[in-house]
């Protein structure tokens, strides 16, 4: 009799769980903080930018948008490195062409 007792509570409460779940549509949007992770603007992103950058905590982990942004950020900042290095070594073999 003990063991149905139990077994009739857990549907209850998952019965309840579920119910709250379908109406409450999941956790709403957490309101705009206002501190947000500095990044620069005006600029590339540097190691020591990457090096002090702390995201900030939301219920169930960290903020997309922030992680997004800041991946966006360092996106750009490797693919400038990376054309300026490609620049300089066409620069580099040009140079050494014309001295041959």
């Known amino acids: 009799m003990f063991v149905v ?7 209850a409460v998952l019965a309840v769980a579920l119910l709250l779940a379908a109406v409450g549509g999941g956790l709403p949007s ?5 501190d947000d992770p500095v990044l620069p603007t005006d600029r590339l992103v540097t190691s020591e930018d990457v090096a002090r950058l702390r995201f900030r905590l939301a219920v169930r982990g960290y903020r997309m948008e922030d992680v997004d942004a800041a991946m966006a950020a360092v996106h750009a900042a490797l693919r400038a ?4 290095d490609d620049s300089n070594a066409t620069r580099e073999a040009e140079h050494s062409e014309v001295g041959e």
């Open 81 to 84: 490195a990376e054309t300026e």
């Open 30 to 34: 957490a309101p705009p903080d206002s």
């Open 5 to 11: 007792e139990v077994v009739l509570g857990l549907i």
